[in-house]
């Protein structure tokens, strides 16, 4: 059986068939799925802690919950808009 593939092999009783595979959709399905996940999950934490999101980043949540923007992107929109920076080790100055 080829993973990924667009044929799946199998063996009966009269020989090999070859039928198409639907595998290399699931990979997709369940990324989105886990993109999902992690919007309601954080939507559901700035809930519990009296965070408002605006209604900017909502709508690139939704993107990056619909598989239009990475991760990364997110992150690096969230980190501009709300003026998150990378600080430097105590010492390093």
Do not use: C, F, W
Not at 54 to 71: D, F, T
Not at 80 to 86: E, F
């Amino acid at each position: 059986m080829a993973h990924g593939g667009l044929l799946r092999l199998s063996l009966s009783g009269r020989g090999l068939i070859e039928t198409p595979s639907l595998e290399i959709h699931m990979p997709q399905n369940n990324d989105l799925d886990k993109r999902r996940a992690n919007v309601l999950h954080v939507q559901a934490s700035n809930r519990l802690s009296g965070v408002r999101v605006s209604q900017y980043m909502a709508a690139r949540m939704e993107e990056y919950a619909n598989g239009r923007l990475s991760s990364a992107e997110l992150v690096a929109e969230a980190k501009i808009r709300h003026g998150v920076q990378k600080r430097s080790p105590p010492g390093e100055e």
